[in-house]
């Protein structure tokens, strides 16, 4: 029972930075209909810029400063690539990102080095007992920390200015504009809202065992995370982030005692064959808005 729990508890840790970049996705499908393929490189360049900044200025200074970076890159990337093309085929869009992606990560790639960077992090690998469960301690504080950003989140999306805006510009964009809000401040404050979740992300991603020029490959598991809870569902978003951590924290701790014939590492692909599983028995995921098309 105490390897299953601890098992759980490093899942939601594992799943509560899946969730962050999760809610980076939705957050810019929802305003602007169109998935950015983007998150990979601004984790990583969040996480990056922590690691540099942390000798200067701590670590809560540099994570601060990591993450209004992150935002900014965001930001910066939709006013000079994304904002052009609108428009065009959500699909142009979506390969645009792609290729944002790639070009990021070969600049970030640059500052990172062929050696694995620590970004300082003041818990590394660590226990604490938890009920008599030992749990890595920056387990605790990425659960913690997003529990914190949701929070805000829903504060802001539900009583400010902004966050109003950006949910009426998320249902209907020309209805937004007959009321006077601004669509394209919607378009560039989700895509900075999301480099900042992302930076998050990517700081708890690096905690333990640092950055190296492959850890951008984890943010790909926020894919299955949002198909899961549903493309256009912020609180799906948190569900199946923190889903797709338990099962292959789970599958990791327990697939070669049950199933051993499925090979070495299947944790690394359990995610995908969820998200198989759920795109064959609800395609729009166990939250997401289902579309009916009148013939």
């Known amino acids: 029972m105490i390897e299953l729990l601890r098992s759980v508890a490093s899942g939601l840790g594992a799943g509560s930075a899946y969730a962050l970049l999760a809610l980076g996705f939705v957050i810019i499908y929802k305003a602007t209909r169109v998935i950015s393929f983007a998150q990979p490189a601004f984790m990583l360049a969040g996480a990056v810029l922590v690691s ?4 200067l200025v701590g670590f809560a200074g540099a994570v601060l400063l990591g993450v209004a970076g992150a935002a900014l890159l965001g930001l910066g990337v ?3 690539v994304v904002r052009p ?10 390969i645009i990102t792609l290729g944002i992606d790639i070009a990021l990560r070969v600049v970030v790639n640059g500052f990172i080095g062929r050696d694995v960077r620590q970004i300082g992090d003041p818990w590394g690998l ?3 007992e938890v009920l008599g469960v030992p749990v890595q301690q920056r ?11 949701i929070a805000v989140l829903f504060l802001f999306f539900k009583y400010s200015r902004l966050g109003l805006a950006m949910r009426a510009a998320s249902f209907d964009q ?11 401040a919607v378009f560039a404050l989700s ?11 990517g700081v708890f991603v690096a905690t333990g065992a640092g950055i190296d020029q492959q ?13 899961l809870g549903g493309l256009d569902s912020l609180g799906g978003a948190v569900v199946g982030g923190l889903t797709i951590g338990v099962v292959e924290s789970l599958v990791s701790a327990y697939q070669s005692d049950f199933a051993p014939w499925l090979g070495q590492n299947f944790s690394v692909v359990s995610p995908y064959v969820v998200m198989l599983l759920i795109l064959l028995v609800r395609p729009y995921g166990l939250f997401g808005t289902r579309e009916v098309e009148r013939v």
């Open 191 to 201: 895509w900075a809202i999301a480099g900042g979740l992302a930076g998050v992300a």
């Open 85 to 94: 093309m609108v428009g065009r085929p959500v699909f142009v869009v979506a």
């Open 52 to 55: 540099y900044l942390v000798g």
């Open 78 to 80: 939709e006013r000079a």
């Open 215 to 227: 850890m951008w490959i984890v943010a790909l598991k926020a894919l299955p995370a949002i198909i």
């Open 174 to 184: 020309e209805t937004a504009l007959a009321q006077g809000i601004s669509v394209g």
């Open 139 to 149: 387990h605790i504080a990425t659960i913690l920390t997003t529990a914190a950003v």
């Open 126 to 128: 660590q226990r604490v």
